[in-house]
Protein backbone atom coordinates (compact mmCIF):
# COMPACT_ATOMS: atom_id res chain seq x y z
CA UNK A 1 0.00 0.00 0.00
CA UNK A 2 2.65 2.30 -0.89
CA UNK A 3 2.26 5.77 -1.08
CA UNK A 4 -1.40 5.25 0.16
CA UNK A 5 -2.39 7.79 3.61
CA UNK A 6 -3.93 5.11 6.40
CA UNK A 7 -6.70 6.09 8.16
CA UNK A 8 -8.11 3.81 10.60
CA UNK A 9 -12.43 3.78 10.45
CA UNK A 10 -13.58 5.62 13.40
CA UNK A 11 -14.85 3.21 16.64
CA UNK A 12 -18.72 4.21 16.28
CA UNK A 13 -18.38 3.19 12.19
CA UNK A 14 -16.52 -0.26 13.39
CA UNK A 15 -19.50 -0.88 15.67
CA UNK A 16 -22.47 -0.04 12.90
CA UNK A 17 -23.84 -2.88 11.16
CA UNK A 18 -22.95 -2.60 7.34
CA UNK A 19 -26.49 -2.99 6.86
CA UNK A 20 -27.04 -0.23 8.90
CA UNK A 21 -24.37 2.06 6.94
CA UNK A 22 -25.45 4.77 4.97
CA UNK A 23 -23.47 7.32 3.08
CA UNK A 24 -23.09 10.06 5.42
CA UNK A 25 -22.19 7.99 8.52
CA UNK A 26 -18.04 8.27 7.03
CA UNK A 27 -15.81 9.35 4.23
CA UNK A 28 -14.51 6.80 2.80
CA UNK A 29 -10.56 6.94 3.79
CA UNK A 30 -8.10 6.60 0.14
CA UNK A 31 -6.71 3.53 1.47
CA UNK A 32 -9.86 1.92 1.95
CA UNK A 33 -10.88 2.68 -1.36
CA UNK A 34 -7.57 1.38 -2.82
CA UNK A 35 -8.17 -1.82 -0.82
CA UNK A 36 -11.70 -2.15 -2.06
CA UNK A 37 -11.19 -1.77 -5.82
CA UNK A 38 -8.35 -4.65 -5.47
CA UNK A 39 -11.45 -6.85 -3.63
CA UNK A 40 -13.43 -5.86 -6.01
CA UNK A 41 -11.53 -6.91 -8.78
CA UNK A 42 -10.84 -10.22 -6.88
CA UNK A 43 -14.71 -10.60 -5.96
CA UNK A 44 -15.62 -10.19 -10.11
CA UNK A 45 -13.90 -13.54 -10.37
CA UNK A 46 -15.94 -14.95 -7.42
CA UNK A 47 -19.05 -16.44 -8.90
CA UNK A 48 -22.10 -14.38 -6.47
CA UNK A 49 -24.12 -16.99 -3.91
CA UNK A 50 -26.65 -18.65 -5.36
CA UNK A 51 -30.46 -15.98 -4.47
CA UNK A 52 -31.83 -19.11 -2.18
CA UNK A 53 -28.32 -18.52 -0.15
CA UNK A 54 -28.75 -14.74 0.21
CA UNK A 55 -30.91 -13.15 2.68
CA UNK A 56 -33.22 -12.05 0.62
CA UNK A 57 -34.41 -15.65 -0.11
CA UNK A 58 -36.04 -15.37 3.27
CA UNK A 59 -37.46 -19.12 2.88
CA UNK A 60 -34.29 -21.01 1.59
CA UNK A 61 -33.58 -23.73 3.34
CA UNK A 62 -30.61 -26.23 3.21
CA UNK A 63 -33.14 -29.08 2.64
CA UNK A 64 -35.62 -27.68 0.58
CA UNK A 65 -38.96 -29.14 1.08
CA UNK A 66 -40.24 -31.16 -2.71
CA UNK A 67 -41.91 -29.01 -4.30
CA UNK A 68 -45.77 -29.46 -4.94
CA UNK A 69 -46.79 -30.65 -8.36
CA UNK A 70 -47.73 -28.13 -10.78
CA UNK A 71 -51.86 -28.11 -10.46
CA UNK A 72 -54.36 -26.84 -13.35
CA UNK A 73 -55.99 -23.10 -12.79
CA UNK A 74 -59.59 -23.20 -10.71
CA UNK A 75 -61.83 -21.61 -13.29
CA UNK A 76 -65.55 -20.15 -12.99
CA UNK A 77 -66.14 -23.31 -15.13
CA UNK A 78 -64.31 -25.57 -12.95
CA UNK A 79 -66.47 -24.57 -10.01
CA UNK A 80 -69.51 -25.12 -12.58
CA UNK A 81 -68.15 -28.98 -13.34
CA UNK A 82 -67.56 -29.71 -9.25
CA UNK A 83 -70.89 -28.49 -8.46
CA UNK A 84 -72.24 -30.48 -11.24
CA UNK A 85 -70.68 -33.61 -10.57
CA UNK A 86 -71.37 -33.54 -6.73
CA UNK A 87 -68.08 -32.70 -5.50
CA UNK A 88 -67.59 -30.16 -2.40
CA UNK A 89 -66.11 -26.90 -3.44
CA UNK A 90 -63.13 -26.39 -0.61
CA UNK A 91 -62.50 -22.70 0.11
CA UNK A 92 -60.57 -20.76 2.74
CA UNK A 93 -59.66 -17.10 3.65
CA UNK A 94 -56.41 -15.80 2.79
CA UNK A 95 -55.04 -12.41 3.60
CA UNK A 96 -51.27 -12.17 2.39
CA UNK A 97 -48.98 -13.69 0.16
CA UNK A 98 -47.78 -16.61 2.87
CA UNK A 99 -51.50 -17.31 3.62
CA UNK A 100 -52.34 -17.43 -0.23
CA UNK A 101 -49.29 -19.35 -1.22
CA UNK A 102 -50.00 -22.47 1.94
CA UNK A 103 -53.62 -22.42 0.91
CA UNK A 104 -52.91 -22.76 -2.72
CA UNK A 105 -50.69 -25.59 -2.05
CA UNK A 106 -52.70 -27.76 0.02
CA UNK A 107 -54.54 -27.45 -3.20
CA UNK A 108 -57.93 -25.59 -2.18
CA UNK A 109 -60.42 -24.55 -4.44
CA UNK A 110 -60.98 -21.04 -3.90
CA UNK A 111 -59.42 -18.39 -1.97
CA UNK A 112 -61.67 -15.82 -0.49
CA UNK A 113 -59.99 -12.08 0.78
CA UNK A 114 -62.28 -11.77 3.30
CA UNK A 115 -63.13 -8.42 4.65
CA UNK A 116 -62.53 -10.40 7.90
CA UNK A 117 -59.11 -9.03 7.44
CA UNK A 118 -60.34 -5.98 9.64
CA UNK A 119 -60.42 -8.19 12.78
CA UNK A 120 -58.04 -11.27 12.14
CA UNK A 121 -54.98 -9.21 10.40
CA UNK A 122 -55.68 -5.45 11.34
CA UNK A 123 -57.11 -5.86 14.72
CA UNK A 124 -60.17 -3.87 14.15
CA UNK A 125 -63.29 -5.05 16.13
CA UNK A 126 -65.58 -5.63 13.30
CA UNK A 127 -65.46 -5.28 9.47
CA UNK A 128 -67.36 -2.01 9.01
CA UNK A 129 -63.91 0.26 9.40
CA UNK A 130 -62.44 -2.11 6.30
CA UNK A 131 -62.34 -0.14 3.29
CA UNK A 132 -61.42 -0.16 -0.59
CA UNK A 133 -57.93 0.09 0.15
CA UNK A 134 -57.64 -2.74 2.68
CA UNK A 135 -59.12 -4.73 0.39
CA UNK A 136 -57.03 -4.01 -3.16
CA UNK A 137 -53.47 -3.80 -1.39
CA UNK A 138 -54.49 -7.82 0.29
CA UNK A 139 -56.22 -9.13 -2.88
CA UNK A 140 -53.18 -8.13 -4.63
CA UNK A 141 -51.08 -10.17 -2.46
CA UNK A 142 -53.12 -12.73 -2.34
CA UNK A 143 -53.29 -13.27 -5.96
CA UNK A 144 -49.50 -13.36 -6.03
CA UNK A 145 -49.64 -16.22 -3.71
CA UNK A 146 -51.96 -18.41 -5.09
CA UNK A 147 -51.25 -19.23 -8.76
CA UNK A 148 -54.07 -21.84 -9.30
CA UNK A 149 -57.09 -20.99 -6.90
CA UNK A 150 -59.61 -19.02 -7.88
CA UNK A 151 -59.71 -15.71 -5.77
CA UNK A 152 -62.89 -14.69 -4.71
CA UNK A 153 -62.46 -10.78 -2.57
CA UNK A 154 -65.39 -8.95 -0.64
CA UNK A 155 -66.94 -5.62 -1.79
CA UNK A 156 -66.15 -3.87 1.71
CA UNK A 157 -69.23 -2.47 3.13
CA UNK A 158 -69.68 1.55 1.87
CA UNK A 159 -68.34 0.46 -1.78
CA UNK A 160 -71.91 -0.66 -2.77
CA UNK A 161 -74.64 0.22 -1.47
CA UNK A 162 -75.03 3.28 -2.23
CA UNK A 163 -75.84 3.00 -5.91
CA UNK A 164 -75.30 -0.16 -8.52
CA UNK A 165 -73.15 2.48 -10.61
CA UNK A 166 -71.29 2.83 -7.18
CA UNK A 167 -70.62 -0.95 -7.41
CA UNK A 168 -69.95 -1.55 -10.74
CA UNK A 169 -66.86 0.94 -10.27
CA UNK A 170 -65.88 -0.14 -6.67
CA UNK A 171 -66.00 -4.10 -8.85
CA UNK A 172 -63.78 -3.02 -11.53
CA UNK A 173 -60.83 -1.24 -9.03
CA UNK A 174 -61.17 -4.92 -7.78
CA UNK A 175 -60.84 -6.97 -11.02
CA UNK A 176 -58.35 -3.79 -12.03
CA UNK A 177 -56.21 -3.07 -8.89
CA UNK A 178 -56.71 -6.27 -6.96
CA UNK A 179 -56.51 -8.34 -9.65
CA UNK A 180 -58.79 -10.89 -8.20
CA UNK A 181 -61.52 -12.91 -10.27
CA UNK A 182 -64.66 -12.52 -8.81
CA UNK A 183 -66.47 -10.57 -6.15
CA UNK A 184 -68.61 -11.38 -3.19
CA UNK A 185 -70.96 -9.25 -1.79
CA UNK A 186 -73.00 -9.21 1.58
CA UNK A 187 -76.58 -8.35 1.54
CA UNK A 188 -80.02 -9.83 -0.11
CA UNK A 189 -83.02 -9.51 -2.64
CA UNK A 190 -82.44 -5.63 -2.45
CA UNK A 191 -78.81 -6.09 -4.33
CA UNK A 192 -80.64 -7.82 -7.52
CA UNK A 193 -80.30 -4.59 -9.38
CA UNK A 194 -76.74 -4.14 -8.46
CA UNK A 195 -75.86 -7.75 -8.95
CA UNK A 196 -77.71 -7.52 -12.43
CA UNK A 197 -74.95 -4.55 -13.16
CA UNK A 198 -71.90 -6.04 -12.04
CA UNK A 199 -72.24 -9.43 -13.77
CA UNK A 200 -73.74 -7.25 -16.78
CA UNK A 201 -70.06 -5.61 -16.56
CA UNK A 202 -68.39 -9.69 -16.99
CA UNK A 203 -67.34 -9.33 -12.96
CA UNK A 204 -68.31 -12.96 -11.63
CA UNK A 205 -70.54 -12.23 -8.41
CA UNK A 206 -70.96 -14.72 -5.03
CA UNK A 207 -73.78 -13.81 -2.90
CA UNK A 208 -73.34 -13.73 1.13
CA UNK A 209 -76.77 -14.41 2.95
CA UNK A 210 -77.45 -15.39 6.72
CA UNK A 211 -75.23 -13.89 9.28
CA UNK A 212 -73.68 -10.72 7.01
CA UNK A 213 -71.35 -9.25 9.59
CA UNK A 214 -71.22 -5.84 8.23
CA UNK A 215 -75.16 -5.33 9.13
CA UNK A 216 -74.38 -6.43 12.18
CA UNK A 217 -76.00 -3.52 13.76
CA UNK A 218 -79.35 -4.14 11.82
CA UNK A 219 -79.17 -7.87 13.09
CA UNK A 220 -78.35 -7.38 16.85
CA UNK A 221 -74.78 -8.38 16.76
CA UNK A 222 -73.07 -11.56 15.07
CA UNK A 223 -76.46 -13.70 15.42
CA UNK A 224 -77.30 -16.98 13.79
CA UNK A 225 -79.99 -16.46 11.46
CA UNK A 226 -82.74 -18.81 9.68
CA UNK A 227 -83.93 -20.09 13.37
CA UNK A 228 -87.84 -19.26 12.56
CA UNK A 229 -89.55 -20.23 9.51
CA UNK A 230 -90.32 -16.48 8.54
CA UNK A 231 -86.73 -15.59 8.77
CA UNK A 232 -85.95 -18.86 6.80
CA UNK A 233 -88.14 -17.69 4.08
CA UNK A 234 -86.22 -14.72 3.67
CA UNK A 235 -83.37 -16.23 3.42
CA UNK A 236 -84.35 -18.55 0.42
CA UNK A 237 -86.53 -15.68 -1.39
CA UNK A 238 -83.29 -13.29 -0.76
CA UNK A 239 -81.35 -16.59 -2.47
CA UNK A 240 -83.85 -16.97 -5.42
CA UNK A 241 -83.67 -13.24 -5.90
CA UNK A 242 -79.76 -12.93 -6.36
CA UNK A 243 -79.61 -16.27 -8.36
CA UNK A 244 -82.02 -14.85 -10.80
CA UNK A 245 -80.08 -11.42 -10.64
CA UNK A 246 -76.60 -13.74 -11.64
CA UNK A 247 -74.73 -14.97 -8.98
CA UNK A 248 -72.82 -17.86 -9.20
CA UNK A 249 -72.18 -18.99 -5.86
CA UNK A 250 -73.48 -18.12 -2.27
CA UNK A 251 -71.38 -18.04 0.80
CA UNK A 252 -74.09 -19.20 3.36
CA UNK A 253 -73.49 -18.65 7.04
CA UNK A 254 -74.73 -19.39 10.36
CA UNK A 255 -78.07 -20.76 10.09
CA UNK A 256 -79.15 -24.30 10.78
CA UNK A 257 -77.98 -27.03 8.60
CA UNK A 258 -81.52 -28.27 7.77
CA UNK A 259 -82.57 -24.63 6.57
CA UNK A 260 -78.96 -24.22 4.64
CA UNK A 261 -79.35 -27.65 3.07
CA UNK A 262 -83.05 -27.16 1.86
CA UNK A 263 -81.96 -23.56 0.24
CA UNK A 264 -79.32 -25.54 -1.01
CA UNK A 265 -81.39 -27.86 -2.86
CA UNK A 266 -83.76 -24.87 -4.52
CA UNK A 267 -80.83 -23.23 -6.05
CA UNK A 268 -79.00 -24.07 -9.35
CA UNK A 269 -75.96 -22.51 -8.25
CA UNK A 270 -73.64 -24.05 -5.50
CA UNK A 271 -73.43 -22.68 -1.79
CA UNK A 272 -70.47 -22.44 0.01
CA UNK A 273 -71.45 -23.13 4.13
CA UNK A 274 -69.72 -21.67 7.20
CA UNK A 275 -71.64 -22.34 10.34
CA UNK A 276 -74.45 -23.55 7.70
CA UNK A 277 -73.60 -27.04 7.67
CA UNK A 278 -72.90 -30.33 5.82
CA UNK A 279 -75.54 -30.27 2.98
CA UNK A 280 -73.96 -27.45 1.46
CA UNK A 281 -71.94 -27.24 -2.30
CA UNK A 282 -68.84 -26.92 -0.09
CA UNK A 283 -67.27 -25.03 3.00
CA UNK A 284 -65.24 -21.87 4.18
CA UNK A 285 -63.56 -21.37 6.92
CA UNK A 286 -61.68 -18.22 8.34
CA UNK A 287 -57.71 -19.41 7.78
CA UNK A 288 -56.55 -18.11 11.42
CA UNK A 289 -59.44 -19.61 13.23
CA UNK A 290 -59.08 -23.19 11.44
CA UNK A 291 -54.88 -23.03 11.70
CA UNK A 292 -55.06 -21.72 15.36
CA UNK A 293 -53.18 -18.86 14.66
CA UNK A 294 -54.16 -17.21 18.21
CA UNK A 295 -53.87 -17.80 21.82
CA UNK A 296 -55.89 -20.20 23.09
CA UNK A 297 -58.86 -18.86 25.18
CA UNK A 298 -59.78 -16.04 21.94
CA UNK A 299 -63.39 -15.95 21.02
CA UNK A 300 -63.78 -18.66 18.08
CA UNK A 301 -67.15 -19.48 16.38
CA UNK A 302 -69.12 -22.54 17.46
CA UNK A 303 -68.82 -23.50 13.74
CA UNK A 304 -64.62 -23.69 13.81
CA UNK A 305 -62.66 -26.74 14.11
CA UNK A 306 -58.95 -26.48 14.76
CA UNK A 307 -56.66 -28.38 12.12
CA UNK A 308 -53.41 -27.02 13.34
CA UNK A 309 -51.94 -24.93 16.24
CA UNK A 310 -49.41 -22.26 14.60
CA UNK A 311 -50.13 -20.29 17.66
CA UNK A 312 -48.31 -22.75 19.60
CA UNK A 313 -45.61 -23.63 17.18
CA UNK A 314 -44.84 -20.06 16.65
CA UNK A 315 -44.86 -19.10 20.14
CA UNK A 316 -42.20 -22.18 21.23
CA UNK A 317 -40.19 -20.74 18.51
CA UNK A 318 -40.01 -17.48 18.94
CA UNK A 319 -39.25 -18.52 22.38
CA UNK A 320 -36.67 -20.55 21.74
CA UNK A 321 -34.93 -18.12 19.16
CA UNK A 322 -35.03 -14.88 21.83
CA UNK A 323 -33.43 -17.43 24.16
CA UNK A 324 -30.75 -18.56 22.06
CA UNK A 325 -29.47 -14.91 20.87
CA UNK A 326 -29.52 -13.88 24.53
CA UNK A 327 -26.83 -16.92 25.21
CA UNK A 328 -25.62 -16.57 21.66
CA UNK A 329 -26.01 -19.96 20.83
CA UNK A 330 -27.77 -18.29 17.55
CA UNK A 331 -26.39 -17.50 15.20
CA UNK A 332 -24.15 -21.10 14.69
CA UNK A 333 -21.63 -21.70 11.87
CA UNK A 334 -23.99 -23.12 9.31
CA UNK A 335 -26.33 -20.01 9.35
CA UNK A 336 -23.13 -18.13 8.42
CA UNK A 337 -21.07 -16.87 5.38
CA UNK A 338 -18.04 -18.54 5.07
CA UNK A 339 -14.32 -16.87 3.97
CA UNK A 340 -11.22 -18.65 3.21
CA UNK A 341 -8.56 -18.72 5.55
CA UNK A 342 -5.82 -17.36 2.93
CA UNK A 343 -8.66 -14.41 2.39
CA UNK A 344 -9.59 -13.46 5.94
CA UNK A 345 -5.62 -13.72 7.01
CA UNK A 346 -5.06 -10.53 4.17
CA UNK A 347 -7.78 -8.49 5.35
CA UNK A 348 -6.58 -9.01 9.45
CA UNK A 349 -2.99 -8.28 8.68
CA UNK A 350 -4.59 -5.18 6.48
CA UNK A 351 -6.39 -3.87 9.02
CA UNK A 352 -3.39 -4.27 11.45
CA UNK A 353 -1.28 -2.58 9.34
CA UNK A 354 -4.06 0.49 8.73
CA UNK A 355 -4.07 0.87 12.39
CA UNK A 356 -0.21 0.78 13.06
CA UNK A 357 0.42 4.05 10.60
CA UNK A 358 -2.50 5.84 12.30
O1 LIG B 1 -64.93 -12.04 5.49
C1 LIG B 1 -64.90 -13.28 5.53
O2 LIG B 1 -63.91 -13.90 5.90
C2 LIG B 1 -66.09 -14.00 5.11
C3 LIG B 1 -66.16 -15.46 5.43
C4 LIG B 1 -66.45 -15.63 6.86
C5 LIG B 1 -67.09 -16.17 4.56
O3 LIG B 1 -66.98 -13.42 4.58
Redesign the pocket.
Known amino acids: MAGVTMRPLSRSVLATPVSRMRPTHFTRPQCLNTILDLRCSSISSTPALPYSQTRYSSYSSPDPAPKTPKRKKVTLQTLRNLYKKGEPISMI?AYDYPSAHVADTAGVDTV?V???LGMVVLGLDN?VEVNMEDMIMHSRSVVRGAKSAFIIT?LPMGSYEVSPEQAVKSCIRLVKEGRVHAV?IEGGAELAPTIKQITQAGIPVCG?IGLTPQRQNALGGFCVQGKTCKNALKLLDDALAMQEAGVFMF?L?AMPAEVATLITQKLSVPTIG?GAGNGCSGQ?L?QVDMTGNFEPGRFVPKFVKKYADVWGEALRGIQQYHAEVKSRAFPEVEHTYPISKEELAKFEQAVDEMYKKS
Do not use: M
Open positions: TLGDSTDKHVEIVV
